[in-house]
């Protein structure tokens, strides 16, 4: 007999989302993804003037502001076909580096790591035997017994006091948790001290961007940093060497730290890379342009398709005509009027709420599809394009990472294998080795560029009479977003973002094809319903942001989603 399962609402993501699957025999047998809230900013966009769209935009969401900033500006600088100044390129480049480390290590430690790592167990952990088995991992000096042992006693304070915080609901004790003690430790010490790291992140994004979150410092045509090396208060090379100094100390992070965690949480979990395959469909956008144009990029681009990575078709340009005309949205069962699959720059935006129905509408996220087909968008499909491209710094990671994984697991991983729950996880890590590198590399080329005398930073838009269309595309770090706009007379017409978020997350098309994460939970083990911890696990390693795939609250004030104890044959979880 089947036991309906509900978690609702998922907590340790962005936004709010609602899981339910159908749990048969310890496996998940079907199951609804739901976005459930609106929140309308396409609505809002259309007729203002298209210079101060980023800044509505990046209010999509509260935590990937900085990535719809960019996808707008690009927006509408494309409609324009305008070029912008390389020290803007290179800044819009770092700015995107710092927020996309500050994402991943916030992805891996605060939200994910929790669905494998044991906090109490923790507690039973030997200070001096997890500082050795650190050593043995990584040079990061920060893995000494005093500071492992420090950790450990401020944890042990707060559960003594009975005030575990943020650790209080997680499913300490899970069947499914299987690390030793002295693991567990090793890894709650770098929990703690991927606080400071990511928030190192972050100021670079601050600085830059003059705030963060919501940047202020770009512009349609460019960036608004004042470049003069003779003034303390534009950007000069104290700032630039004060910024070169924070990136030096979270690439060192990500690099000695974050990787061999990953890695070697990946090895003692190797299970894992069994489960939560789903759409074998991928895409990816090529980014971080080295030139004026954005001709060139230092990250692929590519399709993959049915899991099979010799189907590779190289995207190499933001304006590929396959690329954006093969993307559409449907709403079939979202909480949208209209029926047919629409081009985005032809999209609507009309919400039209009805009640959870499982084969009728019970999202409140499109399912967007390419040339009909569910993709799936993220770390691994960038990882899985830039190796089968051969891309340098993609193959030197994913060759690293493997080589970790497979000295310390009893079963041997390949490259096919990423294609599931843990390889997610293992490919943001390979992610952020590789843009670790590229944020050194961009901060040359910018200090290159400004020495050659070169402090422009901007150039002026003029919009025409009459009708133009862009699309402004980012590989952001939970994958492929594009932002489209329609500008008539000067005005936004129309404007859609389809995000990250949006492509995974999405509900079933009319063609009854799940979207990504639905189609990722199918057979995933649940030992216990009432704890079902191996479904979070699915669905973390996306790193879900509602907030972006989403189109509030309730119109009267009440509440979306109540979480509750139900009878045996649905069981709605907090966790």
């Not at 017994?145 to 950790?151: P, S």
């Not at 990136?247 to 949480?265: H, K, R, S, T």
């Not at 200090?447 to 862009?470: K, L």
Request: a neutral charge.
């Amino acid at each position: 007999m089947s036991k309906r399962i509900v978690i609702d609402p998922v907590t340790r993501i962005e936004g709010h989302l609602r899981i339910d699957v159908e749990v048969e025999a310890g496996k998940v047998k079907n199951s609804w993804a739901s976005g459930t809230m609106w929140r309308g900013i396409e609505k809002i966009l259309v007729d203002r003037d298209p210079r101060e769209a980023w800044i509505f935009a990046q209010r999509f969401c509260g935590v990937c502001t900085t990535v719809h900033a960019i996808a707008s500006v690009r927006a509408v600088e494309n409609s324009l076909n305008l070029t912008i100044p390389l020290n803007a390129q290179y800044i819009r480049n770092i700015i995107l580096i710092a927020h996309a480390l500050h994402d991943h290590i916030v992805h891996f430690y605060h939200l994910s790591a929790l669905d494998y790592v044991d906090v109490v167990s923790a507690l039973k952990g030997d200070p001096a035997q997890t500082s050795a088995l650190a050593e043995s991992l990584s040079p990061w000096t920060r893995n000494s017994k005093n500071e492992i042992k420090a950790v450990r006693d401020k944890v042990a304070n707060f559960v003594s006091r009975g005030q575990l915080g943020i650790f209080a609901n997680g499913y300490w004790g899970h069947p499914a948790m299987n690390l030793n003690p002295n693991v567990n430790l090793l890894a709650l010490t770098h929990y703690m001290q991927a606080l400071e790291f990511q928030r190192i992140s972050n100021q670079v994004v601050a600085i830059l961007g003059s705030k963060t979150p919501n940047i202020q410092n770009l512009a349609v045509g460019g960036v608004a940093n004042a470049i003069n090396l003779d003034n303390q208060h534009t950007l000069n090379m104290t700032k630039l060497a004060n910024i070169k100094g924070m990136l030096d100390q979270v690439v060192q992070f990500v690099e000695q730290v974050y990787f061999p965690d990953a890695c070697a949480v990946a090895a003692m979990y190797p299970e894992w890379f069994k489960y939560g395959g789903g759409v074998k469909n991928y895409l990816a956008v090529p980014d971080l342009p080295t030139d004026a144009k954005g001709t060139a990029f230092d990250l692929p681009g590519g399709l993959i398709f049915d899991g099979n990575l010799a189907t590779l078709v190289p995207l190499t340009s933001h304006n590929n005509s396959r690329l954006i005309n093969g993307i559409t949205e449907g709403v079939s069962h979202s909480y949208y009027k209209g029926g047919a699959d629409l081009p985005p720059w032809n999209g609507e935006t009309d919400p039209e709420y009805t009640d959870w129905s499982d084969n009728g509408k019970y999202s409140w996220v499109k399912s967007p599809r390419f040339e009909g087909k569910p993709m799936q968008v993220g770390p691994l499909a960038q990882v899985l394009v830039g190796y089968q491209a051969n891309h340098a710094l993609t193959k030197k990671w994913t060759n690293k990472a493997l080589g970790i994984i497979n000295s310390l697991s009893p079963r041997q991983i390949g490259v096919n294998d990423l294609q599931s729950t843990m390889g997610r996880m293992v490919s943001r890590a390979i992610r952020s080795a590789v843009i670790a590198e590229l944020a050194v590399k961009h901060w040359q080329l910018l200090v290159d560029n400004i020495a050659s005398g070169d402090t422009d930073i901007y150039n002026e838009p003029t919009f025409p009479v009459g009708e133009v269309r862009g699309v402004g595309f980012h590989e952001a770090p939970r994958g492929a977003l594009s932002h489209w706009t329609v500008i008539r007379d000067g005005k936004i017409a129309n404007y859609q973002a389809v995000v990250p978020t949006t492509w995974n997350a999405g509900p079933r098309d009319e063609k009854n094809q799940k979207g990504p994460y639905e189609a990722s939970l199918i057979d995933n083990p649940v030992a216990d319903p009432e704890q079902p911890l191996e479904v979070l696990r699915t669905v973390h390693s996306f790193d879900p942001c509602l907030a972006c795939a989403v189109h509030t609250v309730d119109m009267n004030g009440n509440p979306i989603a109540t979480v509750r104890t139900l009878d045996g044959q649905q069981v709605n979880c907090e966790v």
